[in-house]
Structures are given as C-alpha cells and as structure tokens.
T-cell receptor, first 113, second 112 residues
C-alpha cells in the first residue's frame, strides 16, 4: 500500500495570509490526525478526524481548522498566519480501531515570513 | 503540556554499541509507541507496546514498559550509522481516540 502523502511539501507564506495543507491517508484508513512540530514546543496534537467528523481537538486557536472528505482525505487550514505558525505539519492515518498505530506522512514545512 | 519526557536529550555512541533511551509519562495509558525521525522528516513507527505488555522485540529493538513507574525504555542493539535520528515516545493518555502525546525526543548520533 502507498503510504500517507502530504502536499505541498514546502510552503512559504507571509503574515496575515491563509494556507491549506492536504493529506491523503493510507488506503482503507479512516482516521486522520494532524500534528504541529516546532523546535520550541515539540510535537503537538492539532485535531483528529474520523468519517468526516472531528473527534478530538488539541489546544490551538480557532485559526487552525480542518476537515475530512468522504474518501478520508483531509485538509487543514490556518488563517491569518503568524510568524509562530512556522512549523512542520505532520499528518497521520490509522485504521478504524481506536488507539492503534498511527502512520505518518513526510510533512509539510511551512515558513511564515 | 507534553505527556512524556525523554532521557537523555542527546546520546552519542560508536557503531556496534547499544543505545538506550528512556521515556516517562504522567497519566494512565492504553499503549505507548516509539517513533524515529530523520532530519525533520516524517515519523517512522518503530513499535507499539500495550499497557498489559511488559516487553516487546522487533529486530534490533527492545522496548520495555513499566506502568507502575510510568516509564518505558527503548534499546537499540548493535547500533549502525543509519540509526542516527531523533527518537520519540508517544502515549495515548486519556485523551481518547487517536490523540498521541509526544515526549521531547532523544537525538541519537551513531558514529562510524
């Protein structure tokens, strides 16, 4: 099976802009989770979607949002970008069962200038 | 706040030596997972150990879990230069569903 794919791999934006990142899970996986990784805060959970429903959300401001489509593909959106949003954004997918292994994509490196 | 704390933060060894990394966590868990990350790339899943398991092996990897001490260790035997990476433990905690809480990671450098 193909792994988790994320597009784009690299992105440069300026403050105040918005950005949309995309994630395609492993075929058959219905759960998609998003994480932010920064040198200062490490890896932090953003949110998780299962069957197009957000099941869990991390402690991030409302500027961070996401959605999942019927084919399990997911997007996350960050509006009104701030310098501190510069990070590696990782997507992970897992099968139906809860608390199972999560398989990560290569990430999208977002730089906010 | 992060659930796990890894120790040491950085580890430098020679090829052929064993590398041991430790992880402590704060709340009850259902399982604990170890991941590897090379140079800011995606995370590669190494091993998952459930709360009712005490030890698990996968190739050159050995993971132990002590739920009474809320701690886990990852042992990499006969290290290779290709093992150079950052290693993270992640727990599901009580957050439910597929919400992983990561430690700060251990940076491992294996020198030829």
């Amino acid at each position: 099976k193909a792994g988790v794919t994320q597009t784009p791999r690299y992105l440069i934006k300026t403050r105040g802009q918005q950005v949309t990142l995309s994630c395609s899970p492993i075929s058959g996986h219905r759960s998609v989770s998003w994480y932010q990784q920064t040198p200062g805060q490490g890896l932090q959970f953003l949110f998780e979607y299962f069957s197009e429903t957000q099941r869990n959300k991390g402690n991030f401001p409302g500027r961070f949002s996401g959605r999942q489509f019927s084919n399990s593909r997911s997007e996350m959106n960050v509006s009104t970008l701030e310098l501190g949003d510069s990070a590696l954004y990782l997507c992970a997918s897992s099968p139906d069962r809860q608390r199972d292994t999560q398989y990560f994509g290569p990430g999208t490196r977002l730089t906010v200038l | 706040s992060q659930q796990g704390e890894e120790d040491p933060q950085a580890l430098s060894i020679q090829e052929g030596e064993n590398a041991t990394m430790n992880c402590s966590y704060k709340t009850s868990i259902n399982n604990l997972q170890w991941y590897r990350q090379n140079s800011g790339r995606g995370l590669v899943h190494l091993i998952l150990i459930r709360s009712n398991e005490r030890e698990k092996h996968s190739g050159r990897l050995r993971v132990t879990l002590d739920t009474s001490k809320k701690s886990s260790s990852l042992l990499i035997t006969a290290s290779r230069a290709a093992d150079t990476a950052s290693y993270f433990c992640a727990t599901d905690g009580t957050g439910g569903y597929n919400k992983l809480i990561f430690g700060a990671g251990t940076r491992l450098a294996v020198h030829p």
